[in-house]
């Protein structure tokens, strides 16, 4: 069964940085198209960006191109999303999901796997 598993959320202030991890025990993510997407209360679930099965194509949201940065570790089976110069917009919920071809990969319904998601809060 693919499981994803999302880690390095947590509580920062306006300004700094994380970077968030998925790990797919289970998926060969080098076959996969991986996405990270978002939701934050009371919206709904947003995109946020996207890198193809080898890692030579990316696309990023409006709301956080030049600040946040997606790539993969095929190797090591992992999954990145650097987080950069947050701000409170940028708290919510972060998920990473999989899919196999890179196609309307903003549409969060097309992607097969998922994961449960990791809590980013940026507060002062």
């Known amino acids: 069964q693919v499981q994803l598993a999302e880690s390095g959320g947590g509580l920062v202030q306006p300004g700094d940085s994380l970077t968030l991890s998925c790990v797919a025990p289970?998926?060969?993510?080098?076959?996969?198209?991986m996405g990270w997407f978002r939701q934050a209360p009371g919206k709904t679930r947003e995109f946020v960006a996207a890198?193809?099965?080898?890692?030579?194509?990316?696309n990023y949201s409006e709301s956080v191109k030049g600040r946040f940065t997606i790539s993969k570790d095929n190797a090591a089976n992992v999954v990145y999303l650097q987080l950069n110069s947050l701000n409170p917009e940028d708290t919510a919920r972060y998920y990473c999901?999989?899919?196999?071809?890179?196609?309307?990969?903003?549409?969060?319904?097309?992607?097969?796997?998922w994961g449960q998601g990791t809590q980013v809060t940026v507060s002062s």
């Open positions: 289970g998926m060969t993510i080098r076959n996969y198209v």
């Open positions: 890198i193809s099965a080898f890692a030579l194509v990316t």
């Open positions: 999901a999989a899919r196999r071809y890179y196609v309307r990969i903003h549409v969060g319904d097309e992607y097969d796997y």
